[in-house]
């Protein structure tokens, strides 16, 4: 079956502080992987999504930015963290056509 | 671009019973997908449902059930005979069949939903 893992959980950076948040997943080769951000009480906002190696497609201008160093590895990174990048960010994946997206556990991140 | 209007903040439902969550879209395809996810505490996102366009008959899980009217683009969740684990935030999410668009979704703002004793 497939898995998808996330970390860390929770993160506390100060403003100015580099970022990176790391995704994977096992048992599937190729998927689609995708960046998700979700403000306090708000909808969930794509920020990237990669449909392979070294592919990567932003939705949103920002100071983050993704990777897709290995098939099943989705990395969410900043040179320099703002108070705004605050969140709770998501990782999903899908595989095939009709299936839907899968998530991960998050990173709830706080900037101080 | 599709937008996903949820129109609900809160809702409250007695345990056992009914409650229904509102969900309308706006696009100019014809064939897409429609998604319900549940968001608990946890703040893990766990999909619900699903339902293709092209499918008149309603998806149905056990429990929760859609009703699907394509015309009005309208998508509601029911869930039947609530438990407190139910209590959590329910999001509406469209995701278009066109190749090539990466499957992308586009979520609705929410609905908080309350269980109570």
């Known amino acids: 079956s497939q898995t998808i893992h996330q970390w860390p959980a929770t993160l506390v950076q100060p403003v100015g502080s580099p970022l990176s948040l790391e995704c994977t997943v096992e048992g599937t080769s190729n998927p689609n992987l995708y960046w998700y951000r979700q403000a306090a009480g708000r909808g969930l906002q794509l920020l990237f999504y990669s449909v392979g190696i070294g592919q990567i497609s932003s939705e949103v201008p920002q100071n983050l930015s993704a990777s897709r160093p290995q098939d099943r590895q989705f990395i969410l990174s900043s040179k320099k963290l703002l108070l705004s990048d605050s969140g709770f960010y998501l990782c999903?994946?899908?595989?095939?056509?009709?299936?839907?997206?899968?998530f991960g556990d998050g990173t709830r991140l706080s900037i101080l | 671009a599709q937008t996903v209007t949820q129109s609900q903040p809160e809702m409250s439902v007695q345990e056992a019973e009914t409650v229904t969550l509102s969900c309308t879209y706006d696009t100019s395809e014809s064939d897409y997908y429609l998604f319900w996810y549940k968001q608990p505490p946890s703040r893990q996102m766990i999909l619900v449902i699903r339902q293709e366009a092209y499918k008149q008959q309603n998806a149905t899980e056990n429990r929760f059930s859609v009703n699907f009217q394509k015309a009005a683009k309208s998508f509601s969740l029911k869930i039947s005979d609530s438990q407190l684990g139910d209590a959590a935030m329910y999001f509406c999410?469209?995701?278009?069949?066109?190749?090539?668009?990466?499957?992308?979704?586009?979520f609705g703002t929410g609905t908080r939903l309350q269980v109570t004793l």
């Open positions: 999903a994946w899908r595989r095939g056509l009709n299936q839907p997206q899968h």
């Open positions: 999410a469209y995701r278009s069949a066109v190749t090539g668009t990466a499957s992308k979704l586009t």
